[in-house]
């Protein structure tokens, strides 16, 4: 009986023991966190407007600043997709992580436009599909910073029809 005891006991801490731990671990992982310092829209791809800030093609999406300071630099990170085929559109890497200098007041809602004229190679016929935005890092006017890293509060665009082929 006492051998019984002991393998049961050696049974649940060796193998009972770590997986409620990573139960529990992944409960709390799954968390609500605190939202970011701002609201941001889906982005759009804008091509062949008459604009000063671009020619062929160029980011676009509006952003409120919930902080409170001034943000003055927001660098994004996405990825770029043809429209028609959802694949690659160019020979290199589609995926950017571009620094726009704005200003942007506390409660301010701004549009925010950034051309990928430098980017590309090929005026696009159609707008590109862009996947997995997000503002990677934010930088207010006194200096202090907000990162988003790993794209946690990311939109998708592509994620049923390219993921989960």
């Not at 791809?45 to 902080?67: D, K, P």
């Not at 589609?94 to 200098?101: G, R, T, Y």
Request: hydrophobic share 40%.
């Amino acid at each position: 009986m006492k051998i019984l005891q002991n393998n049961l006991s050696l049974f649940f801490i060796t193998l009972m023991l770590p997986a409620i731990i990573a139960v529990l671990s992944a409960g709390c992982a799954m968390m609500p966190q605190d939202p970011p310092p701002f609201v941001v829209t889906k982005p759009i791809c804008r091509i062949n407007e008459q604009s000063y800030e671009f020619t062929y093609a160029a980011l676009s999406f509006g952003i409120l600043n919930n902080g409170q300071e001034a943000i003055k630099q927001i660098t994004v990170s996405f990825s770029l997709f043809d429209s028609k085929t959802q694949d690659n559109p160019f020979i290199g890497s589609n995926v950017f992580e571009i620094v726009k200098q704005e200003t942007v007041q506390p409660g301010e809602n701004k549009e925010i436009l950034i051309s990928l004229d430098k980017y590309i190679y090929t005026a696009p016929a159609e707008p590109y599909l862009i996947d997995f935005f997000y503002i990677s890092k934010i930088t207010y006017t006194n200096g202090s910073v907000s990162q988003d890293k790993y794209g946690t509060y990311s939109t998708r665009t592509l994620i049923n029809s390219r993921t989960f082929k």
